[in-house]
């Protein structure tokens, strides 16, 4: 990666609906060598994916959450299987410490989220903590021009 690169891959955190054409404007190159700087970043994994950052709050989940799990190193496959498929969760990190997972999830009502945390305690010992505010929220990482 250069430095035309990052800047595409920074402008793009920003807007991914911005046009090949401003990119190009921005980056002093024409509009298709910056969709074959795209699919080339695509298809080597630096570009994951794209997607629409959503209120959680508008779209009706008050309750953000992050609960610590203590799963068994026996029992990875099956809580694996089973996070994946729970859509209220947002993120699933694998951790060092006391536990073993650290889950951030949304949900619409804190009785929702305690059905929830009921059902992880199959899998474990777990500990929860409800956010109250978010002073920094979701962001891409800043590349270095």
Excluded: W
Excluded at 96 to 117: A, Q, Y
């Amino acid at each position: 990666m250069d430095a035309i690169d990052r800047k595409i891959i920074n402008r793009l955190q920003q807007n991914a609906r911005v046009s090949l054409k401003e990119l190009a404007k921005e980056c002093y190159i024409s509009p298709p060598t910056i969709s074959a700087r795209i699919r080339h970043m695509e298809k080597s994994g630096v570009i994951k994916n794209y997607y629409t950052l959503i209120d959680p709050k508008k779209a009706g989940y008050h309750i953000k959450a992050f609960i610590n799990v203590k799963v068994e190193p026996a029992d990875k496959a099956a809580f694996y299987t089973y996070i994946r498929d729970v859509p209220n969760v947002l993120e699933c990190n694998c951790i060092s410490g006391e536990f073993s997972m650290l889950i951030k999830v949304i949900f619409e009502s804190t009785e929702l989220l305690d059905s929830f945390i009921n059902s992880l305690q199959k899998f474990g010992k777990t500990n929860t903590q409800i956010v109250f505010s978010t002073p920094v929220d979701v962001r891409g990482i800043h590349l270095s021009e």
